[in-house]
T-cell receptor
Framework: AQTVTQSQPEMSVQEAETVTLSCTYDTSESDYYLFWYKQPPSRQMILVIRQEAYKQQNATENRFSVNFQKAAKSFSLKISDSQLGDAAMYFCAYNAGGTSYGKLTFGQGTILTVHP | DGGITQSPKYLFRKEGQNVTLSCEQNLNHDAMYWYRQDPGQGLRLIYYSQIVNDFQKGDIAEGYSVSREKKESFPLTVTSAQKNPTAFYLC????????????FGQGTRLTVV
């Protein structure tokens, strides 16, 4: 079974600074998808960024980028120029693809605090 | 606007009662999912359905039941057999095309009183 581990229960960053959230996963699949979701206090799950395992290039979405290390099974999220609105719980998630499209395995989450 | 609607937002249940959580989507998505979130934990899959009139158990299906009579609807019943039902429940949907993302509802907070 696939597992996703987020080893940082809490992180904090100063506004306008950069922070990196860590995620590792375990799978025997060669093709899969990885996601970072944000859950603000409203508890609405919001997709931040997505990475397809067959793509070597790291995904980027504005201030959010990932460092995808397939061999090491590592998938970290970098938030640049942090804003107060970035404060939330962040979840790393894995999807095996194939007949399992949409089934997500989540990490435990990292609470991100942004200080003004 | 297309999206997923969960109702109610808050639900209180007496011990021994069954309750049903509603999830409706108008995204024309094929697949729908129910996840449970406990404090300080990630989401765990309860049940999912990829086609009408068919559904599969997830990782923590005991004490729950679902139905999928319409493509748009995937209600979750929390039965009296669920020993610790107090949690936050999230419904999600996806198309079954490659590299799709999951869209989530706003959740239902269930509390046993």
């Amino acid at each position: 079974a696939q597992t996703v581990t987020q080893s940082q229960p809490e992180m904090s960053v100063q506004e306008a600074e950069t922070v990196t959230l860590s995620c590792t996963y375990d799978t025997s699949e060669s093709d899969y998808y990885l996601f970072w979701y944000k859950q603000p206090p409203s508890r609405q799950m919001i997709l931040v960024i997505r990475q397809e395992a067959y793509k070597q290039q790291n995904a980027t979405e504005n201030r959010f980028s990932v460092n995808f290390q397939k061999a090491a099974k590592s998938f970290s999220l970098k938030i640049s120029d942090s804003q107060l609105g970035d404060a939330a719980m962040y979840f790393c998630a894995y999807n095996a693809g194939g007949t399992s499209y949409g089934k997500l395995t989540f990490g435990q989450g990292t609470i991100l605090t942004v200080h003004p | 606007d297309g999206g997923i609607t969960q109702s109610p937002k808050y639900l209180f249940r007496k011990e021994g009662q069954n309750v049903t959580l509603s999830c409706e989507q108008n995204l024309n998505h094929d697949a729908m999912y129910w996840y449970r979130q406990d404090p300080g934990q990630g989401l765990r899959l309860i049940y999912y359905s990829q086609i009408v009139n068919d559904f599969q158990k997830g990782d923590i299906a005991e004490g729950y039941s679902v139905s999928r009579e319409k493509k748009e609807s995937f209600p979750l019943t929390v039965t009296s057999a669920q020993k610790n039902p107090t949690a936050f429940y999230l419904c999600a949907s996806t198309s079954l095309r490659k590299s799709t993302e999951a869209f989530f509802g706003q959740g239902t907070r269930l509390t046993v009183v």
